[in-house]
């Protein structure tokens, strides 16, 4: 059986408005998304991220994928959903390496 580099799939998620009803339920609005055909997702157990105050933030993945273009990078903010699994994480990093994009999920 053959390796494969990136054998997962996912969804990033952008909504630039959200509306709140009387009971506080949020309703998104104006959505768009980039779906990731070609990722890798890994648990983390050893790594933080740094927030803007300096807090640790302890994330639960990071994800692996063919390197993204800066245009498209620069189309989703930080807190922007990932779907995996049927699961929505936010986005809390991402890294724009020589070879890969890397993102962090909480």
Request: proline share 4%; glycine share 6%; with cysteine.
């Amino acid at each position: 059986m053959p390796f494969k580099r990136f054998p997962h799939s996912g969804t990033i998620a952008y909504y630039s408005g959200a509306t709140y009803s009387s009971v506080g339920i949020k309703s998104l609005t104006t959505g768009q998304t980039i779906a990731v055909a070609r990722c890798r997702v890994e648990k983390n157990t050893t790594r933080w991220a740094v927030s803007a105050g300096g807090d640790k933030i302890d994330f639960r993945f990071t994800v692996f994928m063919p390197k993204m273009t800066a245009a498209t990078i620069a189309f989703f903010p930080i807190g922007s959903d990932f779907t995996w699994k049927n699961t929505d994480y936010k986005i809390i990093e991402v890294f724009d390496n020589q070879q890969n994009t890397e993102l962090s999920l909480i």
